[in-house]
């Protein structure tokens, strides 16, 4: 069983950054694919990026490509969504989430809150 806690949220001005992290206990966080995903409001949950248990793959939805970059600390089981170049569209509640090889994600974290003003 793994517990995941996001941080990182906050409110920020259009073209700003922001780093998300994600804290994981319960499990071998290294045997884990991490994902972050985000829900905008009055829409559905969508995929935003991908990292490999040993950090050596990463995947993006075409719409951050260029403008987010996840990585992953293992020795800290930590997982970050570095944000840059934020627009209004990027605002949703961004969840992490963590799979074991083959499976679906089927951790998840509370989720926090990124607003992108105009």
């Known amino acids: 069983q793994v517990q995941l806690v996001e941080s990182g949220g906050g409110l920020v001005q259009a073209g700003g950054s922001l780093r998300l992290s994600c804290a994981a206990s319960g499990g071998t966080f290294s045997s884990y694919r991490m994902g972050w995903f985000r829900q905008p409001p009055g829409k559905e949950r969508e995929w935003v990026a991908t990292?490999?248990?040993?950090?050596?793959?990463?995947a993006y939805v075409d719409s951050v490509k260029g403008r987010f970059t996840v990585s992953r600390d293992n020795a800290k089981n930590t997982v970050h969504l570095q944000m840059n170049s934020l627009k209004p569209e990027d605002t949703a509640v961004y969840y992490c989430?963590?799979?074991?090889?083959?499976?679906?994600?089927?951790?998840w974290g509370q989720g926090t809150q990124v607003t992108v003003s105009s």
């Open positions: 990292i490999t248990g040993r950090g050596d793959s990463t």
């Open positions: 989430a963590a799979a074991l090889p083959l499976q679906r994600y089927n951790y």
